[in-house]
T-cell receptor, first 112, second 114 residues
């Protein structure tokens, strides 16, 4: 089955700097890659996703890139703000299968 | 639009006791998921429903865990008997069937077994 690896487990960046979180997946059939943000005491919330027919997607300060050949994808957050502090999860699934496999998460700290 | 509603938010029980969690998905969402989230880990799928049918329960420890979604809407997850290692957050999520798009999560139920 699918296995998703996520790095780093913890990341601290100065406010205003950029943050990058990287994930790899094992199943070449996976073609849908969502990213979730989880704040303390809340459930994960989708922040951006990408499908395998594109290599990059951007939404304001966040962007995702996908390299299907290498089977890795990344989340980029620019101009980080205090409210970006949270745990971020990458995930992978196969279109139409609805089975979502999550990475172990990255705890992002935005330093003042 | 109301989100995924879970109850209770917190539950503390003694080991060997039974416990049940309830989930009300977003209206119109046919797919319902139960995930287990241990501290510092990502969500792990326990069971997935398409309407009232459990289409993936391979990760559900069936000796003590059970789930149901009788009318294809609300769902309950039960543990009997609970063990110390069951302490975790139990998350429910829902999505529109077949769209393979956003899964909306509830706030979860934090279970502590003492």
């Amino acid at each position: 089955g699918e296995n998703v690896e996520q790095h780093p487990s913890t990341l601290s960046v100065q406010e205003g700097d950029s943050a990058v979180i990287k994930c790899t997946y094992s199943d070449s059939a996976s073609n849908y890659f969502p990213w979730y943000k989880q704040e303390l005491g809340k459930g994960p919330q989708l922040i951006i996703d990408i499908r395998s027919n594109v290599g990059e997607k951007k939404d304001q300060r966040i962007a995702v890139t996908l390299n299907k050949t290498a089977k890795h994808f990344s989340l980029h957050i620019t101009e980080t703000q205090p409210e970006d502090s949270a745990v971020y999860f990458c995930a992978a699934s196969i279109w139409g299968d609805d089975k979502i496999i999550f990475g172990k998460g990255t705890r992002l700290h935005i330093l003042p | 639009e109301a989100g995924v509603v879970q109850s209770p938010r917190y539950k503390i029980i003694e080991k060997k006791q039974p416990v049940a969690f309830w989930c009300n998905p977003i209206s119109g969402h046919n797919t319902l998921y139960w995930y287990l989230q241990n501290l510092g880990q990502g969500p792990e799928l326990l069971i997935r429903y398409e309407n009232e049918e459990a289409v993936d329960d391979s990760q559900l420890p069936k000796d003590r865990f059970s789930a149901e979604r009788l009318k294809g809407v609300d769902s309950t997850l039960k543990i009997q008997p609970a063990e110390l290692g069951d302490s975790a957050v139990y998350l429910c999520a829902s999505s529109q069937q077949g769209r393979n798009t956003e899964a909306f999560f509830g706030q979860g139920t934090r279970l502590t077994v003492v």
